[in-house]
């Protein structure tokens, strides 16, 4: 990037899964859609507010489809092409789904930044499809005010294995794949208040391939997979807990955070999408007397190419534990259970 240019996250008014539209505004849009037909073929659809489309093939293949993007959630553009692609090909791995292709999304101010920043974006993004194993195959570029970048990506999955968010049952253990604290160092960083150690921690999550969600789908004790992105880990909890129609419970202390982000919150660095999360869902949460503010704001805090979160039989935790262990996924960790079925389901935090 040239010194002449300004930096990324000062063309955007939000950065990465930050920049999605709050949950409840969603809902309400989506109420207002058209019913359409659904097609025996189409397996998962709107229906659960899951992480892609599927689509069967025949017996033994069903196509896993789905787009992710947004504004910078980084100064440096090939991380911020690092991150939207580990971001956007996530949703795939967390249909128990392995990718096979992708098309770019690319919206950029073109008087604005140089063709070498541009380039670099893009080549960010590659480089996260090379190691993913997938070829960028084509995509669409817009002359756009506010930088944008993202993918579409498709997978295939056995019919047999596609892990939704609404699988869980009664007694399941919840497992997480990666720490929260995105959003609160996103913010810190957007601040100028993210030291070089905090930032070398929020990239390297962030560009983390959730690659075992494959190998987690073929477990038979594996019943529900989602990613934690925007909506937090609170949102996409009570996904999980609507999906399946039964409360869960999270244990707050078990849940595990990237270094520096508890300080960081206390110190107010948090997102705006924080509160508008709380807002959207907060009613269907319960909290414990005296949860602090801070963790109500972790607990909401939008996770850009955010964790894994699986449901599975206390007897398969070990394996789940020992898969994401053996990817490189040190800091997974139980952190809750599905409990007994309920007519309004709720997420617990004890």
């Known amino acids: 990037m040239t010194q002449t240019e300004p930096r990324l996250t000062s063309l955007s008014h939000g950065g990465g899964c930050g920049c999605k539209i709050a949950p409840g505004v969603l809902s309400r849009l989506l109420?207002?859609?058209?019913?359409?037909?659904?097609?025996?073929?189409?397996?998962?659809?709107?229906?659960t507010a899951d992480d892609a489309a599927v689509w069967r093939l025949n017996d033994t293949q069903a196509l896993v489809a789905t787009t992710d993007f947004f504004m910078p959630i980084v100064d440096d553009p090939r991380d911020f092409g690092r991150i939207a692609a580990t971001n956007a090909i996530s949703d795939v791995y967390a249909m128990g789904g392995r990718p096979i292709m992708a098309l770019a999304l690319v919206g950029m101010p073109v008087k604005v930044l140089s063709e070498?920043?541009?380039?670099?974006?893009?080549?960010?993004?590659?480089?996260?499809c090379a190691s993913a194993g997938i070829p960028i195959a084509g995509g669409h570029t817009i002359d756009s005010v506010e930088p944008i970048?993202?993918?579409?990506?498709?997978?295939?999955?056995?019919?047999?294995?596609?892990?939704?968010?609404?699988?869980?049952?009664?007694?399941?253990?919840?497992?997480?794949g990666k720490p929260l604290g995105v959003g609160v160092l996103s913010a810190a960083l957007k601040a100028g208040d993210l030291d070089a150690q905090g930032y070398g921690r929020m990239i390297d999550?962030?560009?983390?391939?959730?690659?075992?969600?494959?190998?987690?789908?073929?477990?038979?004790?594996?019943?529900?997979?989602?990613?934690?992105?925007?909506?937090?880990?609170?949102?996409?909890?009570?996904?999980?807990?609507r999906g399946a129609g039964c409360d869960v419970e999270i244990r707050?202390?078990?849940?595990p955070l990237l270094a520096g982000a508890r300080d960081l919150a206390e110190a107010g660095r948090v997102t705006g999408a924080s509160g508008r999360n709380w807002e959207s869902y907060g009613a269907e949460i319960v909290l414990p007397d005296g949860f602090a503010h801070v963790d109500r704001a972790l607990l909401t805090d939008p996770q850009t190419s955010g964790g894994l979160l699986v449901a599975c039989a206390p007897?398969?935790?070990?394996?789940?534990?020992?898969i994401f262990k053996a990817q490189g996924f040190s800091g997974a960790a139980t952190v809750g259970r599905v409990l007994d079925p309920t007519d309004q389901p709720v997420l617990r935090i004890v």
């Open 31 to 47: 109420a207002q859609a058209p019913a359409l037909p659904v097609p025996p073929e189409l397996l998962v659809g709107t229906a």
């Open 116 to 128: 070498t920043t541009i380039a670099s974006i893009l080549a960010g993004g590659a480089e996260v």
């Open 149 to 176: 970048y993202g993918l579409v990506v498709l997978g295939l999955v056995h019919p047999d294995q596609i892990k939704t968010n609404a699988g869980a049952r009664p007694g399941d253990a919840l497992v997480l």
């Open 205 to 241: 999550t962030v560009t983390r391939l959730n690659t075992p969600g494959a190998a987690l789908a073929a477990l038979p004790g594996v019943h529900a997979m989602t990613d934690v992105t925007g909506f937090g880990l609170g949102g996409h909890g009570l996904e999980m807990a």
């Open 252 to 255: 707050w202390p078990r849940v």
């Open 315 to 322: 007897e398969a935790v070990d394996q789940v534990l020992d």
